[in-house]
């Protein structure tokens, strides 16, 4: 079962009670711990919980998906991601803190996203004008609310940590535009475009050279140190450069000889140096799948269009894989 930092669950919980998205009683049917630890007195006891601990990731997606039905098209995600509660901060975010740089900062960050939600996903790419940030869910039962948290979130954190307001030149959302237009283009800039196949924010390259305020290589070091003992894994290089061809190409890189040939690697290479990183290449086609499974779906493309864009060879295959998605996700996608 895939796991999440507490913090991340706790912290979300407490958000979307206080904005009545969510309530008690929907937190306790998920599990009685959450609301517990909302209500811990003991501060010691609360905060070695909250940063020690893992819960399943199926408790932050269930509280996502809640809060969706209230949320509607308010672009709440948004304001939620613009809330920073420095008092309730876990290694991830101490970990970034510390370093020298934004760039330094949004490195240590993708890296080892895993100790927050390994099911978030950002991929850089350098571009004419800037580096083109593009952002995803592993887990395609994520709605649109928890898009807009996670975008919205990067601007802040860049902004709480550089004491500068970054705002980028464009963004793109896979989502239709929310009814408070004006409160995207707050934090997002004018630039924005919805219904977009992908979700994307091109931010200046010289945003990165940003300092940022609250240094410390001591600490960083410290809390680096202490990432690795957890023994968690990240998402690593060759994953990526796996993820951005099945990214570009579903249909060819789906073949996993293609793979091997683009990326001048061995079959058993491949899968040696995929293994270190905690992942796979069929897990990895997978979860491509499920994420442009969900965007043409969206679409409202029929399944005899999808399933070969899938790189599947009959509908039958496709149909066979959604039944399997719905059941490990628990969701209806």
């Known amino acids: 079962m895939a796991e999440v930092s507490a913090i991340a669950v706790i912290d979300l919980a407490d958000q979307l009670i206080s904005r009545g998205l969510v309530n008690i009683e929907q937190c306790n049917e998920i599990d009685p711990s959450i609301i ?5 007195d003991n501060a010691a006891t609360r905060k070695v919980a909250l940063s020690e601990n893992l819960m399943p990731e199926v408790w932050l997606l269930r509280l996502w998906q809640l809060a969706q039905l209230k949320a509607g098209r308010s672009g709440v995600g948004i304001l939620i991601g613009q809330q920073i509660e420095v008092g309730r901060l ?6 970034i803190g510390a370093t020298a740089t934004l760039g330094e ?9 895993v100790l927050m939600n390994a099911a978030e996903h950002w991929q850089a790419s350098p571009v004419e004008n800037g580096t083109l940030l593009e952002f995803s869910f592993v887990n395609s039962g994520y709605p649109e609310i928890a898009i807009q948290r996670s975008m919205s979130a990067l601007l802040s954190w860049s902004g709480y940590l550089t004491g500068q307001f970054v705002k980028p030149i464009k963004a793109n959302f896979s989502f239709s535009a929310p009814d408070n237009i004006d409160l995207v283009q707050k934090v997002f800039g004018p630039n924005c475009q919805f219904d977009m196949p992908v979700n994307q924010l091109l931010i200046e390259n010289a945003c990165w050279s940003l300092p940022v305020q609250s240094k410390n290589n001591y600490l960083k070091q410290l809390l680096s140190e202490k990432a690795l003992k957890r023994n968690v894994p990240y998402i690593g290089e060759f994953a990526h450069q796996v993820t951005g061809l099945l990214s570009q190409d579903l249909v060819r890189y789906s073949s996993l000889e293609n793979v091997l040939e683009a990326l001048h690697c061995s079959r058993s290479s491949l899968s040696r140096k995929l293994k270190a990183e905690g992942t796979s290449f069929s897990l990895l086609l997978d979860q491509q799948r499920q994420l442009n499974f969900q965007k043409m779906v969206a679409a409202d493309k029929p399944y005899s269009d999808i399933f070969p864009r899938l ?3 009959s509908i039958s295959a496709i149909y066979k894989a959604v039944v399997r998605w719905k059941f490990e996700n628990n969701t209806g996608l």
């Open 36 to 40: 517990s630890l909302l209500n811990e």
């Open 90 to 95: 876990g290694m991830l975010a101490n970990w």
């Open 311 to 313: 790189g599947f060879q």
């Open 105 to 113: 900062a949004f490195e240590v960050f993708v890296n080892n996203i």
